[in-house]
Structure formats: C-alpha cells, structure tokens
C-alpha cells in the first residue's frame, strides 16, 4: 500500500536543504506521495529509508517492458489522470492481429507491408510496435511457427494469444527472446499461466468479468512473485469498456489500489467488424487509458492518424516540442533556390516544411532556434527579432550553399523586415506568406 505524505516526511532527513526543488521536506514528501517527484531528486535519504519508500515512490501504475531490440516499448508507468496535470509518459503500444493459422508466404508478405508504415514526423520515426499471434484452432505446432516467424524475420514484438497452456508453452519456447506478452491468463488458466510467465520472466496480461475480478486475479499472481501484469478488464461494449479504463486508472492512481496498477490492453479487434470502426475504438483508447491497443490490421490510413494522435497525446505539454536549428533542404535545392526562415516549433516545421514539400519546389528552409515557440509568439517575445535572425542566417552556413542573397521571412513576422535587412546588407528580404497554406503558391510565383 502507498504511504502517505506524512509517512514518507517522517522517514526524509528533515533538513530542508532545498536540493530537491522544493522548499521543504514535508513539500517533497507531499509531491512523491502524489507521484509529482522522484525519490532520486532527494540525495540525503538514508539505504533504511530508500528501501521503506521505494514502494510509495514507485509510479502507481507500473512500468512494463515489452519486447526486445529496436521495438521494444514500455507501456504504463502513468502517474496523472489528466495530462494537463502533468505529463503521459509512454504511449500506448499498437498491435495488429495475426491467425495461428496463417501461411508462412502470407505471413511474410503482411510482415513486409507493416514493417512498411513507418512516418518520419518532427524528427521521430512514428510506427507500430506489435503483432498479436492469436490461436485460432489449438494447434501448438502452428501458434509456435508463426511466432517464431515473426520473432525472427521481423523487428516487431509479439503478444502471444490463447487460453490453453500446453499452446502457450510453445509459443513461448518459439520466441522468449524476445520478451513476448502472454495474453492473457484468467481465473481458470492462472496457475498455469503464471507458472510459464514466472520461468520465462515474461510480461502476462490477465483477463476477468470484471474490474472486481481482475483485481483478485492480479492479487494472486502478485502473490506469485509476478510483477509486470497488463489488465484486460473483460469488457467489449465500448461505452463500458471505456468506463472500466477510467475507473482502473482512478483507482489506480487516486486510490492508491496497487491490485490494479498496470497497464490496461484493449481489443477494437474483437468489438468492431470493419477497420473503420476498429480505428475510432482505438482512438478513444489512445485518450483513455489503453497502454495496448490490438486491432485486427495495420494499414495506413488508419494506422496513421492513431499514430499522430498518440504522438500529441504522449507530449509533455509543458515543454513545447521543437525541431534542432539549422539547414533543412526540401525538395533537393541548390545554389539558386529560395532560402525561407522560421521557427523551431515542432509544429511550425511540420506544416511548413509539408507545404513546401507539396508545392515541389526546391527550396532551403531554415530552422531558428525560438525555444519552441511559433513564429507570432516567439516575434511578440523577443525570440524571433530581426538583429537575431539575420546573425542566425550568417551563422548558419547557408551562404556556402547559395550564390543569391535573398531571404523570406514569415509573413507574421513582417515587421521585422528592417531589422533583418540592416544585419544582413545586400540581402533583399522579401515577406512570405502568414498562413502555410499559401506557401506552395507563393513558392511557384
Ligand atoms: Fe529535504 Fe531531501 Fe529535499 Fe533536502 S533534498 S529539502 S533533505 S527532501
């Protein structure tokens, strides 16, 4: 059980340093009783009292690990309710559903086109993390080669899926290196479940009627000695699918109940007929609160937007996202293409640099460091000013690249036009549009 803030102030040094960041012990004690602050940050906590509080200061949904190699992904570790609180830490995980009974040359080509949906946003590499392997006729020989299939032809990471131990055993002899997610013990199987999870150091989701359910069944394989549990409270009506996914988390989070404090999964592919529909199951789970989301494909379409969504969801919002400063070329320029200049929000270069992209033209866009902000704001806070961008633009190493001396500033920015010039003599600077919208147009013409 999580100790409170006054359990916790009793066992710090009570010194009130202020090392940590806060003014006092007891103001420490509060936040990591909270989960707003990490035991780490207090350097004077004695062994005795690390080993007391490592359970109040461990994040009331735990952090589970799924996977091996460059897709291995945690799921959990939450510690708000809302983001606005704070922060989502790791987000939710994308699998796609495969039948044991599939051929090995079919298998191989939906690798091949998954593997495929991979998207290059704000720097990072958005792509799905899973593929469910799911016993479809309780056949252990097939359930075990398609696992090993994907296991070892592909990056991905697997969830194995089926009720019988015998099957589970040997899918897990086919791919344990790869730290699959057994899928999923219940009341009935959980012996034996728990028996192959615990030998094989494996993540098990446990599935049950009922929240009331899965919390005596995530107590019994807590008393096991299993720690990475991932919940399936058993619901496939989404209304009250998604109430049992707020109530876990509330009471994970709000009444310290460590009994379900773990990652949920949630399965649009069983509640849905058509993709479509699976899609906007998975994108209520993405808000709230699914660490794995399985659905019964992975196409771009759909995959996408889930993608993009889970991208702004999983953002720290008080720390704006924001692209490095330097020289992006689009569209192959050279020495006579247009140079334009803007912000390094993330999201300022992400339309920007789309819009250009579309209008085909070759052009050097530079990216100015604005601490994150878009043009407007970072202009009114003194974070885009013209001295500033026109030093920026000589340091930047873009003469070396063009033999014209010409820049386009934002149109929101247009009052900075002066300034710009008199850093950079000789250059015209000509202002471009306001909205990206009309970047392609003013890139033509
Ligand atoms: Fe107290 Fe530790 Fe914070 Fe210092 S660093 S104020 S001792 S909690």
Request: glycine share 8%; charged share 25%.
């Amino acid at each position: 059980m999580a100790l409170t803030g006054i359990q916790i102030f009793k066992l710090l040094p009570k010194t009130n340093c202020k090392e940590c960041g806060v003014p006092t012990c007891l103001a420490f004690a509060m936040n990591l009783a909270s989960g707003k602050a990490e035991l780490d940050s207090c350097p004077y906590v004695s062994d005795e009292a690390r080993e007391k509080l490592s359970e109040a200061s461990a994040p009331p949904i735990r952090p589970v690990v799924v996977g091996k190699g460059v897709r291995k992904a945690t799921t959990g570790g939450e510690t708000v309710q809302y983001r606005h609180e704070k922060t989502f830490y790791n987000p939710t995980l994308m699998a796609a559903q495969i039948g044991s009974d599939i051929a090995a040359a079919d298998l191989e080509s939906k690798l091949k086109g998954w593997n495929a949906l991979q998207f290059e946003r704000v720097g990072l590499n958005l792509r799905p993390e899973l593929v469910a392997v799911k016993d479809v006729d309780g056949n252990a020989d097939a359930f075990a080669a398609a696992a090993k299939q994907v296991a070892e032809t592909s990056e991905f990471n697997l969830i194995l899926m089926t009720e019988d131990a015998e099957v589970m055993k040997a899918g897990v002899a086919a791919c344990a290196f790869k730290r699959p997610l057994m899928y999923a013990a219940t009341e009935a199987t959980a012996d034996a479940f728990g028996a192959i999870a615990k030998d094989n150091d494996l993540p098990l989701a446990i599935k049950a009627e009922s929240i009331d359910g899965l919390t005596a069944l995530s107590e019994k394989l807590t008393g096991m000695g299993l720690k990475d549990l991932v919940l399936d409270p058993g619901s496939r009506d989404p209304k009250q699918s998604n109430e049992d996914m707020i109530a876990i988390r509330r009471a994970a989070l709000k009444d310290g109940n460590r009994a379900v404090g773990f990652p949920t999964i949630a399965l649009p592919c069983e509640m849905a007929s058509n993709l479509d529909t699976e899609t906007m199951l998975a994108a209520m789970y993405v808000a709230k609160y699914g660490g794995i989301v399985v659905l019964s494909d992975f196409a771009g379409e759909s995959l996408f937007p889930l993608l993009l969504e889970r991208l702004n969801i999983f953002t720290d919002p008080q720390r704006p996202m924001t692209v490095t400063e330097g020289i992006y070329p689009v569209n192959n320029p050279d020495e006579n293409s247009r140079v334009l200049v803007t912000t390094n929000f993330a999201l300022t270069y992400f339309i920007v640099s789309g819009e250009i992209e579309a209008s085909k033209v070759p052009t050097w866009l530079l990216i100015k460091d604005s601490e994150g902000l878009s043009v407007l704001t970072a202009w009114a806070a003194g974070k885009f000013a013209g001295d500033d961008v026109g030093m920026f633009v000589k340091k930047s190493g873009i003469t070396d690249k063009i033999k014209h001396q010409e820049l386009v500033i934002p149109g929101y920015a247009a009052a900075i036009v002066g300034d710009v010039e008199e850093e950079l003599p000789g250059w015209t600077i000509t202002v471009g549009p306001r909205e990206a919208a009309h970047i392609p147009g003013f890139l033509r013409a």
